[in-house]
């Protein structure tokens, strides 16, 4: 193992061991906030897996995140004491009754039209398993279809833009059945076993940590096998990687999917903390955010761009709740991504990343190479 | 009797009216090195195209040993046996150059077969011997966006040897590089002869002195002459259509 190496896994373990800590200094008002926090971190694992190592820039990543949470936020609807008022003897959500027509019978099956598919979402593991489902198959489709047609770069981004804005019209219209613009309000709570995890007490908090400490591990160590390497080449030079014998659109296309399964993962863990899911969440906005927490954190970082999209959201509160940067906040946001993108086009980890390198550089010199010819990759080694 | 390694029979592609590449028959024969001639246009890389899956023939077939790959999806082509290396240097600008070896020395291509860490003992092994081979041991750490255009063009020479194809196919291996780089060039592709069957599309007449055996001469998408380099330098076909009056080189 090289120093280097050694190094990484010490900061991924100081990143585990400072989120692990955090309940004990902040008040359930602010560990909500971090928790949340915490789950656009996972974003920006999703982000920088499938921009930063498969080179694929997707503006819709919200559409997988949105996806993961409607899942979730119906079995929880349906596990709402509301939903047990409306004069039935299973529940049935509240805006189906508004939605219904005249005389409709009060039955989560025939209620308004297309109310039969909230059936199986009574069950609450169903909606946690079609969370991650649900992803991972849409994406795998488009995957199948875009990279086996050789489409790529910023086509592939026009694609996915058109398609998260799509889905969320469909949403917003089909508002017997989803609540439309309102979205999912009024949940259940997340139950395991006996315990109920209320979005502010602190198991809920470590539900989320361990969580994205699993992922954060998980991707890391995906991107270290073969299959990674292989990525990053069909990355590099998609018919170099082809003419060596690999299918190209096949490891486009998991790569694709596993980032799609993070944000569903994700969006499931949002809606346990935050209680709601609504169509914001496929907002293009909301989409190129991530991309914008991705590239501040250093895209072909999976830990810079988690801690990317936690930092920006803390300076976002922080700032935004500063007498006197009330209204400025935004263009201080802004300004900061101006400079971020001009002077450290490899983000914060890039830094970090050049600044390690200069000190081993120091300890043995003198070296045979330059320093910043290094990669990521060669920490493997 | 050496076997034949890689059979075109009666190849060509139309483009709309235009042959490119027609009608053409070779046979390349196992541990052979071929050298492909011709004047621009005259369908030498269009040739290779064909034979690698890049562009589909609409007439004739290419066999493999006894394998018939005409049209294959060029992944399925590189897998069966063909290297291609191409006329612009193309290797992973972002990886090491150890690591762009280690890409090539993946024998399995399939996603879950590649869900694992590291690397075998011969895999490593063969990297090594590579890297010696290129003569980009002492660079074996640094990026390879950093690498000169010569030494871009021995790694992706390199990653043909990692991969260990039973045919190569070379583009120009030699485009763009200085006498030096062009010698040492010459002498990784002479050291793959035998082993390896190579078909080298060339215009470097110095070159191509060092490293052919036989020379097949292509004209306006046909074969013109098949010979060794003395046989096509007195061939009076090949001196009117390609080299003018003066010869080669």
């Known amino acids: 193992m090289s120093i280097k190496q050694r190094i990484q896994i010490a900061i991924y373990v100081g990143f585990f061991a400072l989120i692990m800590c955090a309940p004990m200094v902040l008040d359930p008002f602010w560990l909500n906030r971090i928790a949340k926090y915490l789950v656009f971190g996972m974003l920006g694992v999703a982000v920088a897996l499938s921009w930063g190592y498969a080179g694929i820039l997707n503006l819709g990543q919200g559409l997988f995140f949105g996806a993961g949470a409607y899942m979730l936020a119906m079995s929880l609807k349906l596990a709402s004491p509301t939903s047990l008022q409306q004069g039935s003897d299973r529940p049935v959500p509240d805006f189906m009754l508004w939605n219904a027509e005249p005389g409709a019978p009060t039955e989560l099956c025939c209620i308004t039209k297309a109310s039969f598919l909230w059936l199986p979402f009574q069950h609450q593991w169903f909606g946690i398993v079609m969370g991650l489902v649900l992803p991972v198959a849409i994406a795998t489709i488009i995957g199948v279809i875009v990279f086996r047609k050789r489409i790529a770069g910023v086509f592939v981004s026009i694609i996915t833009l058109a398609l998260v804005l799509l889905v969320r019209l469909v949403v917003i219209d089909a508002q017997p059945v989803t609540n439309g613009f309102n979205g999912l309000t009024d949940l259940g709570v997340f139950k395991i076993g006996e315990l109920e995890l209320d979005p502010y007490i602190v198991p809920t908090y470590y539900f989320v940590a361990i969580a994205l400490c699993l992922v954060l591990s998980g991707a890391r160590l995906l991107i270290e096998t073969r299959a990674g390497l292989i990525l990053q080449a069909t990355r590099d030079d998609q018919n170099r990687a082809r003419y060596l014998g690999f299918d190209v659109p096949l490891y486009q296309t998991f790569f694709f999917a596993v980032s799609a399964g993070i944000a569903g993962i994700a969006g499931m863990f949002y809606v346990v903390v935050s209680e709601f899911a609504s169509p914001t969440f496929m907002d293009l906005t909301f989409s190129i955010t991530m991309v914008v927490w991705a590239a501040v954190g250093g895209r072909s970082s999976i830990l810079g761009a988690c801690i990317g999209a936690i930092l920006i959201n803390m300076i976002s509160a922080t700032v935004s709740e500063t007498e006197g940067f009330a209204e400025a906040w935004k263009v201080i946001i802004g300004l900061i991504f101006v400079l971020v993108v001009l002077y450290l086009p490899r983000g914060v980890a890039g830094l970090a990343h050049d600044l390690i390198d200069r000190l081993l550089v120091r300890r043995k010199a003198p070296s045979r190479h330059p320093v910043g010819v290094t990669d990521a990759s060669q920490l493997a080694e | ?249």
């Open chain 2, 1 to 249: 009797m050496a076997q034949t390694a890689l059979t075109i029979d009666g190849l060509g592609v139309d483009f709309g009216g235009f042959k490119a590449v027609n009608n053409v028959s070779l046979t390349v024969e196992e541990g052979e090195l071929r050298v492909l001639l011709g004047a621009n246009g005259a369908g030498k890389t269009t040739l290779m195209d064909l034979v690698s899956g890049k562009t589909k023939s609409t007439e004739g077939r290419v066999f493999l040993h006894d394998t018939d790959i005409t049209n294959w999806e060029e992944h399925k082509i590189a897998r069966a046996g063909v290297g291609r290396k191409f006329q612009i240097p193309s290797v992973f600008k972002d990886l090491s150059v150890r690591r762009n070896l280690e890409v090539a020395s993946c024998r399995n291509p399939g996603v879950l077969a590649n869900l694992r860490f590291g690397f075998s003992q011969q895999a490593r092994h063969d990297v090594d011997r590579v890297l010696e081979l290129i003569g980009l041991t002492e660079e074996a750490n640094r990026l390879a966006a950093y690498l000169s255009h010569g030494q871009t063009q021995w790694l992706e020479l390199g990653l043909l040897v990692t991969q260990s194809p039973k045919v190569i196919l070379l583009d120009e291996p030699t485009a763009g590089m200085t006498q030096a780089e062009t010698h040492k060039t010459s002498e990784i592709v002479n050291s793959l002869k035998g082993k390896h069957t190579l078909i080298v599309v060339e215009h470097d007449m110095a070159f191509v002195r060092e490293i052919a055996e036989r020379i097949t001469v292509l004209h306006l998408g046909q074969v013109l002459a098949e010979g060794n380099v003395e046989q096509i330098e007195t061939n009076p076909k090949v001196r009117e259509a390609y080299l003018g009056s003066k010869g080669i080189g």
